[in-house]
């Protein structure tokens, strides 16, 4: 008899199965607790496809009528380098995170200082300042 195979990584890096971690937010099961963690439910959702996720959290202020797929492109690690506030009873938070990518041109990384707030009990990206080492392929 075989063992089962293991459940699959979350994307975001936490470690933990996907089922467990960003797959319930990215179902609209359950909100994000935090800033980081609406952040890597966001980039494990770019790196699924799950860009209804991405919209749903991106503040209706900032937020672009649609999301394009960018052929080839390949989302292959997250790092987050830094949390200021962000916590389950801020109203706001920035994230501060390194992510990779692949494409048929090449490789590259996207870092980016992206700010969070509340609304109504859920945390919102707002917007981001990429990094003077951000070639990434999306904002």
Do not use: I, K
């Amino acid at each position: 008899m075989t063992a089962p195979s293991p459940a699959p990584a979350c994307p975001c890096g936490s470690g933990t199965p996907y089922a467990g971690c960003c797959e319930p937010l990215h179902d609209n099961r359950v909100p994000a607790a935090t800033a980081e963690q609406l952040m890597r439910s966001r980039y494990a959702a770019y790196a699924l496809g799950r860009l209804d996720h991405v919209l749903r959290t991106w503040h209706p202020r900032t937020r672009p009528h649609e999301l394009g797929d960018v052929p080839g492109l390949t989302w292959t690690g997250l790092q987050v380098l830094a949390t200021e506030a962000g916590g389950p009873d801020d109203d706001g938070g920035v994230v501060e995170f390194r992510a990779s990518w692949s494409a048929p041109e090449g490789t590259g990384a996207q870092h980016e200082r992206s700010r969070f707030a509340r609304r109504a009990g859920r945390w919102f990206y707002l917007d981001g300042e990429v990094g003077e080492d951000g070639d990434g392929p999306a904002g």
